[in-house]
């Protein structure tokens, strides 16, 4: 089981305070919270990628670059690669290229994302989202997998010929999760390749979820990659603790109540009822994810948010040191307690190059 933050890099003032970082201070912050990520012994670190302001990860591969040159064992991931407006081309030599630099401690999710106007801004139709998704990612997992590659598509134009550089690690193409909400064609994707599936529900009631998820784990037994129960889920969250279950609400209810994505819709009580939100004592954090499990079965990721709605950079850190030190070695423990032999750990560059070598030998 890996545990990890992800983070979406939004610029939004404090509500306490009315004061906004700076885009210097925030992508600076973000690095500081893969750091200690790191540090906590957490095993994944992910950014999501926007291009319009109050958001600065414009660019995660350069980011990500960056954390890795300052980190030794962290997975370094998205938590949005925008499959339908970024090239195939260009993802596939990005990655790979992290992927060297970072000694194979890189995967990435891919999705749609939120923000509707990306895709006239980079010569596409929103109306084209889930046709360019398939497409897309059909030529990225051919860039990946064949040395020279002929393609021919709807919305790019062709290639002849064309060998993506540099080639992935070891001949190893990075691990893809496909990243929805709201989409069992995405679910259907990711079981078709026989990549992972993650499920970001920290905005909906867990049964829409559920059935996100056992979309994909029936559709993943029938394309022949492996029984529902082995099939690869990522699941999102989002907590903010103190050691005090009354004091944790009394902090954060300013960040909830102005956030632009919550604020103005239920309260803080019922958000927490219907959603993974857990804002209370470690004890209450711990209770709520595994919890999980009991809805969506054993699964292989889990990413929390931690630093959105004008939170201070100095409160995210302590938010990790009372994860780290509270929470972290319970959830391991009991995560691990009862989980079949048969159910994959999450996914890695050196367990799927042992996989690799392992059928090229039989």
Known sequence: MQFGIFSIGDVFPDPTTGRRQTEHERIKGMVALAQKAEEIGLDVFATGEHHNPPYVPSSPTTLLANIAARTERLILSTSTTLITTN???????????????????????????????????FGQDIRQGIPLAIENYALLHQLWRQDVVDWKGRFRTPLQGFTSTPRPLDGVAPFVWHGSVRSPEIAEQAAFYGDGFFANHIFFPKEHFVRLVEL???????????????????????????RRSQDAIREFRPYFDNSPVYGGGPSLEDYQAQTPLTVGSPEEMIEKTLAFREHFGHYQRQLFLVDNGGLPLKTALEQLDLLGEHVLPVLRKEFA???????????????????????EEK
């Open 216 to 242: 994909y784990r029936a559709r993943y037994a029938h394309y022949g990659h492996g029984t529902a129960e082995q099939a690869y889920v990522g699941l999102g969250g989002q907590f903010f603790i103190r």
């Open 87 to 121: 090239d195939p081309v260009k993802i596939a030599e990005d990655f790979a290229m992290l992927q060297h630099l970072a000694d194979g401690r890189v995967d990435l999710m891919l999705g749609r994302g939120n923000t509707g106007p990306v895709y006239p801004w």
């Open 337 to 359: 307690s009862g989980r079949p032999a048969e159910v994959p750990a999450g996914p890695t560059h050196a367990e799927r190059l042992a996989k690799r070598n392992a059928e």
